[in-house]
Every structure is written in C-alpha cells, then in structure tokens.
Nanobody, 112 residues
Framework: QAQLVESGGGLVQPGGSLRLSCAAS????????MGWYRQAPGKQRELVAA???????NYADSVKGRFTISRDNNKNTVYLQMNSLKPDDTAVYYC??????WGQGTQVTVSS
C-alpha cells in the first residue's frame, strides 16, 4: 500500500525559507501526480503546488514566485522549496499522490 511521509517543517521567521520533503513508498511514484496542500486553522485545505509525472507544475496564486515544487523519481521524493515565507503561510502541509493518498502532514509556522 502506498505511503507518504513528510518532513522538513518547523518554525521560521518571516522572509525565511524551508524545504519540505515527501518520501513515497511503493512502486507508483514515478507515474503519479504529486501535490502539496496546506490547511490553516479554521480554513479549508487548499492546493499549494502540483507536479505531473512529466514534470509540469502549477501553483496557487498566493505562492507563485516564492515556492518551487520538484521531484526526484530515483529517490521517490517530492520537494517543496518555500522562500520569502509570510505569516499567512502558516499551516499544516500535506503531501498527496493522485489526489487519493495523503501523508500525515508537517507543521510550518512563520512567526517572529
């Protein structure tokens, strides 16, 4: 059964950077649409960024130019590089495969 494990969250000051990683188990990874979602307290879960098996990407308007999604099919891992972080980026970030499989989430807090 496919499993996703996120890492890399934490506390960072406004303007700082973090890189999230999502390691996938199972043989599905290289053929999968992978995405990062986030959910802030009291808000609905929203798509942050996605990457197809061929490497095409799309981003939420709120993170364009600041976040970069990438994947390493040899390591079965998808990344989210987050730069110029803002307090509004504070949320639990979840990895997703094919809109079906979810990781457990990792907390990102942007605060001074």
């Amino acid at each position: 059964q496919a499993q996703l494990v996120e890492s890399g969250g934490g506390l960072v000051q406004p303007g700082g950077s973090l890189r999230l990683s999502c390691a996938a188990s199972g043989g599905f990874f290289r053929y999968s649409l992978m995405g990062w979602y986030r959910q802030a307290p009291g808000k609905q879960r929203e798509l942050v960024a996605a990457i197809t098996s061929g490497g095409s990407t799309n981003y939420a308007d709120s993170v364009k130019g600041r976040f970069t999604i990438s994947r390493d099919n040899n390591k079965n891992t998808v990344y989210l590089q987050m730069n110029s972080l803002k307090p509004d980026d504070t949320a639990v970030y979840y990895c997703n495969a094919n809109t079906v499989t979810w990781g457990q989430g990792t907390q990102v807090t942007v605060s001074s």
